[in-house]
Structures are given as C-alpha cells and as structure tokens.
C-alpha cells in the first residue's frame, strides 16, 4: 500500500521559511519521480516542484530561486525548502509520487503566509 505523508506546514509571517517533509512507503522511490503540487483556496491544484527520476529539478515560475526540492532516496523523502515566503504561497500543499502508472498523493499540509 502506497503512503505518502506530509508534515512541516504551519503558519509563517512573510519573507520567512518552512521545510515540508513527505514520507514515502510503498513504493520504489528510486524510480519515482517526486513533486510537490500546491492548492489555494478556489484555484486549482498547481505543480510547485519535482525531481524526476532522472535526476532534474523543475520549478513553477512563481517559486523559482525561493523553492527548493530535494530527496533521499535511502531514506525514501522529500523535501521543500520555502524560504522568502509571500502571502501568495499560502496554500495545501500536497506530495505526489509518480512512477510513471499513475500517480500517488498524500494528505496534504497547510501552509499560511501572513503580511
């Protein structure tokens, strides 16, 4: 049975940091490519960060130079370091695995940037 769980959100005033977590059971992380989605009140679901398979990074526009995605594969995690937080970043944020099937979603983590 795949598991994926967040932890890590919070509530954080604008311009700081929050590292979220995303523990994978279940699955064969090391060919699974991992991202981070991210959902706003009234908006849809949107791609925040991935690390494929291969090895790349790919980041929203939005986030790029704030965001960073990384992974253990020996640990079978993923992380997103937020730093420089806006308002606009507030969202549930959601791990997602992909093994090229279908993909996997965990539970999601609130996280609420205040001006």
């Known amino acids: 049975q795949v598991q994926l769980v967040e932890s890590g959100g919070g509530l954080v005033q604008a311009g700081g940091s929050l590292r979220l977590s995303c523990a994978a059971s279940?699955?064969?992380?090391?060919?699974?490519?991992m991202a981070w989605y991210r959902q706003a009140p009234g908006k849809q679901r949107e791609l925040v960060a991935e690390?494929?398979?291969?090895?790349?990074?790919n980041y929203a526009d939005s986030v790029k130079g704030r965001f960073t995605i990384f992974r253990d594969n020996a640990k079978k995690m993923v992380y997103l370091q937020m730093d420089s937080l806006k308002p606009e970043d507030t969202a549930v944020y959601f791990c997602?695995?992909?093994?090229?099937?279908?993909?996997?979603w965990g539970q999601g983590t609130q996280v609420t940037v205040s001006s």
């Open positions: 690390f494929t398979r291969a090895g790349r990074t």
């Open positions: 279940g699955i064969s992380f090391g060919i699974s490519t």
């Open positions: 997602n695995a992909d093994m090229g099937v279908r993909p996997y």
